[in-house]
């Protein structure tokens, strides 16, 4: 698949149905199954919350989903910076510097006195 184009990229990124912040573990096995809790960072503290075993999978494409999300805008913002660079680099002026002309006679030293 060719990301290469801007627009591509935000096609990918508008079919991203699902998403969530964080990093699912497993907290305990027990008998009657897996527990797990999500963990995330939100707003300037560490939540955990219960995610019922049902749930995990989903949970997971989810927090799938974001990590996409961020490597496509990543992408995307990479592809706009390195636009935006060339089209400065090709607008702005270089200065030119001349080369001092220099004289074939040899220089003379002022006298003293």
Not at 30 to 59: C, F, M
Not at 89 to 106: F, L, M
């Amino acid at each position: 698949m060719d990301l290469s184009n801007p627009t591509r990229l935000i096609e990918q990124i508008a079919r991203i149905q699902r998403m969530e912040r964080g990093k699912l573990s497993v907290m305990r096995e027990g008998p009657q199954g897996t527990h797990y809790k999500l963990q995330v960072w939100e707003n300037g503290k560490n939540a955990s919350r219960h995610i019922s075993s049902e749930q995990a999978p989903a949970v997971q494409e989810a927090i799938d989903g974001y990590h996409r999300f961020q490597e496509l805008t990543d992408q995307y913002a990479q592809q706009v910076i390195d636009r935006t660079r060339s089209e400065l680099a090709a607008t702005s002026k270089k200065k030119v510097y001349r080369s001092r002309r220099t004289s074939s006679w040899p220089k003379t030293r002022k006298s003293k006195g």
